[in-house]
């Protein structure tokens, strides 16, 4: 049971370039969640899936799009990256439906980008 | 619209001193609150949650934390501070309402533990 694995580690990205960060989970969990971390800010959520098809904008979406097929995966793409978007970006899941909003969020290790 | 506030930045503490790392939130209806460590260059580990029942909140590693819904807080505490605790620690909330359990962090509070 590894829980939730992010790819890659690192990446340095150029300005305008694309990529997509990986996020698996092997809890069955239901509900999957991106977040970005920046110095001093916390973190804030980009994008959430309620399940496999469904998925919704959190608080800071802009430049950023994600897509569920499974229950497993939640990738997160960067279209055209640009500096704002260096951030340190962290997936997690929990299993959400049924629970009445009591279950825990796990983290993966995180994806550290850097776009010059 | 439910946020949180971790009011310090850093809290310097001696090993073997207790710790207590502040935390005030707000939400519409009963709230459930969280509390994440984070190690240098890890991701975020839970350490406790409050959903209902006793205020006082036992974690991981010796960690505790009271929930007071007069003062709208849940600060994190532990009776004997280690240098190993030494790490950035979050506060998160989220309503018993709504849907996705969607949580809200604090900006965290870097706790400092020396010898």
């Known amino acids: 049971n590894a829980g939730v694995t992010q790819t890659p580690k690192f990446r340095i990205l150029k300005i305008g370039q694309s990529m997509t960060l990986q996020c698996t989970q092997d809890m069955n969990h239901n509900y999957m969640y991106w977040y970005r971390q920046d110095p001093g800010m916390g973190l804030k959520l980009i994008y959430y899936?309620?399940?496999?098809?469904?998925?919704d904008k959190g608080e800071v979406p802009n430049g950023y799009n994600v897509s569920r097929s499974t229950t497993e995966d939640f990738p997160l793409r960067l279209e055209l990256a640009a500096p704002s978007q260096t951030s340190v970006y962290f997936c997690?899941?929990?299993?959400?439906?049924?629970?009445?909003?009591?279950?825990?969020?796990?983290f993966g290790p995180g994806t550290r980008l850097t776009v010059l | 619209a439910q946020s949180v506030a971790q009011p310090e930045d850093q809290v310097n503490v001696a090993e073997g001193n207790p710790l207590t790392v502040k935390c005030t939130y707000s939400?519409?209806?009963?709230?459930?609150l969280f509390w994440y460590v984070q190690y240098p260059n890890r991701g975020l580990q839970f350490l406790l949650k409050y959903i209902t029942g006793d205020n006082l909140v036992k974690g991981s590693y010796g960690f505790e934390a009271e929930f007071n819904k007069s003062q709208t807080s849940f600060h994190l505490k532990k009776p004997s501070a280690l240098v190993s605790d030494s790490a950035l620690y979050f506060c998160a909330v989220r309503a018993n309402t709504g849907t996705a359990s969607k949580l809200t962090f604090g900006t965290g509070t870097r706790l400092q533990v020396t010898l």
């Open positions: 939400v519409s209806g009963n709230p459930y």
């Open positions: 899936s309620v399940g496999a098809g469904i998925t």
């Open positions: 997690a899941s929990t299993s959400g439906a049924g629970t009445g909003g009591t279950d825990t969020q796990y």
